[in-house]
């Protein structure tokens, strides 16, 4: 689940491309992770070094911060949404 919170709308910029995310927290959950109640599995065996499935689930997703967010990442997939939303027209 996402929530955003649009605060108000800045000068445009020239040269810009719209829309831009200028902050976030926390990053996605990583495709194929089982949902919200995977995704809290997930986060409980990769905080657990001895935990049985520790190794298999970094062998699968590689390391994983869930506090990293980059704003960057996130304004290019909204960029790249609305893009698709106008070929689809």
């Not at 599995?41 to 049985?52: N, Q, R, S």
């Not at 994983?64 to 609305?82: I, L, V």
């Amino acid at each position: 689940m996402h929530e955003v919170l649009f605060e108000g709308c800045l000068a445009a910029t020239e040269g810009q491309k719209y829309p831009i995310c200028v902050e976030g927290e926390r990053a996605c959950p990583p495709e194929d992770v089982g949902g919200i109640f995977g995704y809290n599995e997930y986060l409980k065996i990769i905080g657990d070094p001895k935990h049985e499935q520790h190794e298999e689930m970094l062998e699968w997703r590689g390391k994983f911060d869930p506090e990293k967010f980059d704003s960057k990442k996130a304004s290019k997939k909204m960029q790249c949404g609305m893009a698709k939303g106008k070929d689809a027209d």
